[in-house]
């Protein structure tokens, strides 16, 4: 089975430090994928990539950035967490062509 | 531009059919998914359909596509409490294997 695991299912930071979420997938997809979820907004595309050292802008990339030095891990990065930042978050991953995407637990970040 | 909309809510009584309808705008739309999200977990593929095909049946799931008026439902026969969760609707119209996803329709099924 695929397995996409995330780093922590609940965090809480406080506005200004520096935040990382890291995913991890273990079928040796080539993409992956960070969202974000908040209520009546489903899911909306944070960054994405395609390959190693490789990433995409989503739909609302500001205030994150990506890293992505390994296949199988791909880590979001706020630099400096404000209070809008509050959400859940979710990766996911797929293997090139194949449209299905696996999804992570989520991780429910909390900026106060 | 890609928007995908749902409703927010749907309450069906357990053993009634829910349907939960989506609307899209892109037409150049190719897959349709339908994703479950249960309480505390992330989301698990449930259906897709194919652009080209106006129906497709997965025992208790009927999912149903009107390519003309862009509106793609769910029709989940017998639903039972174990049904409840979070639905969302996703299309996949080709651009560098995004898909975009609607809003999401919180099912609740009452005894």
Same mark, same amino acid.
């Given at each position: 089975?695929?397995?996409?695991?995330?780093?922590?299912?609940?965090?809480?930071?406080?506005?200004?430090?520096?935040?990382?979420?890291?995913?991890?997938?273990?079928?040796?997809?080539?993409?992956?994928?960070?969202?974000?979820?908040?209520?009546?907004?489903?899911?909306?595309?944070?960054?994405?990539?395609?390959?190693?050292?490789?990433?995409?802008?989503?739909?609302?990339?500001?205030?994150?950035?990506?890293?992505?030095?390994?296949?199988?891990?791909?880590?979001?990065?706020?630099?400096?967490?404000?209070?809008?930042?509050?959400?859940?978050?979710?990766?996911?991953?797929?293997?090139?062509?194949?449209?299905?995407?696996?999804?992570?637990?989520?991780?429910?970040?909390?900026?106060? | 531009?890609?928007?995908?909309? +749902?409703?927010?809510?749907?309450?069906?009584?357990?053993?009634?059919?829910?349907? #939960?309808?989506?609307?899209?705008?892109?037409?150049?739309?190719?897959?349709?998914?339908?994703?479950? +999200?249960?309480?505390?977990?992330?989301? +698990?593929?449930?259906?897709? #359909?194919?652009?080209?095909?106006?129906?497709? +049946?997965?025992?208790?799931?009927?999912?149903?596509?009107?390519?003309?008026? @862009?509106?793609?439902?769910?029709? #989940?026969?017998?639903?039972?409490?174990?049904?409840?969760? #979070?639905?969302?609707?996703?299309?996949?119209?080709?651009?560098?294997?995004?898909?975009?996803?609607?809003?999401?329709?919180?099912? @609740?099924?009452?005894?």
């Amino acid at each position: 089975d695929v397995k996409v695991t995330q780093s922590s299912r609940y965090l809480v930071k406080r506005t200004g430090e520096k935040v990382f979420l890291e995913c991890v997938q273990d079928m040796d997809h080539e993409n992956m994928f960070w969202y974000r979820q908040d209520p009546g907004l489903g899911l909306r595309l944070i960054y994405f990539s395609y390959d190693v050292k490789m990433k995409e802008k989503g739909d609302i990339p500001e205030g994150y950035s990506v890293s992505r030095e390994k296949k199988e891990r791909f880590s979001l990065i706020l630099e400096s967490a404000s209070t809008n930042q509050t959400s859940m978050y979710l990766c996911a991953s797929n293997r090139q062509g194949i449209y299905e995407q696996f999804f992570g637990p989520g991780t429910r970040l909390t900026v106060l | 531009g890609e928007d995908v909309e +749902q409703s927010l809510f749907l309450s069906v009584r357990e053993g009634d059919s829910s349907v #939960i309808n989506c609307t899209y705008t892109d037409s150049s739309s190719t897959y349709l998914y339908w994703y479950k +999200q249960e309480p505390g977990a992330g989301l +698990q593929l449930l259906t897709y #359909i194919f652009s080209n095909m106006d129906m497709k +049946q997965d025992q208790r799931l009927t999912v149903l596509l009107n390519k003309k008026d @862009k509106h793609l439902s769910l029709r #989940i026969a017998d639903t039972q409490t174990g049904d409840s969760a #979070i639905y969302f609707c996703a299309e996949f119209t080709g651009g560098g294997n995004k898909l975009t996803f609607g809003t999401g329709t919180q099912l @609740k099924v009452e005894l």
